[in-house]
Nanobody, 130 residues
């Protein structure tokens, strides 16, 4: 299992940008699908986006389409979440999560991000406010 650590959370003004990092330790990072999820105050956790082993992306939250981009650097064992045009409703604790993928499913991401990821980070706080 991977150990995941998120970083990059901050207070940012509406319309601003932020990049979150998910750094992994452990072997076989290249064989894991990695996702970002978030939990806003008083709300349930929701999936944001996922990137497969081959770089294919899946967006779970329609509200981030066109604004958030997930990417990965296997040489650095890191997945990024580039967030642009941030809105107050993006305020949340952001988590990254991982699941190993069979070698023939390089595009695969979980259909249910809340239950299908196996390793989780501790989260990083993003606050969007003026």
């Amino acid at each position: 299992q991977l150990q995941l650590v998120e970083s990059g959370g901050a207070l940012v003004q509406p319309g601003g940008s932020l990049t979150l990092n998910c750094s992994a330790s452990g072997s076989g990072f290249y064989s894991y699908a990695i996702g970002w999820l978030r939990q806003a105050p008083g709300k349930e956790r929701e999936g944001v986006s996922c990137i497969g082993v081959n770089g294919d992306r899946l967006t779970y939250a329609d509200s981030v389409t066109g604004r958030f981009t997930i990417s990965r650097n296997n040489a650095q064992n890191t997945v990024y979440l580039q967030m642009n045009s941030l809105k107050p409703e993006d305020t949340a604790v952001y988590y990254c999560a991982a699941r190993t993928v069979p070698t023939h499913l390089t595009h695969w991401c979980p259909s249910n991000p809340l239950s299908d990821f196996r390793s989780w980070g501790q989260g990083t706080q993003v606050t969007v406010s003026s």
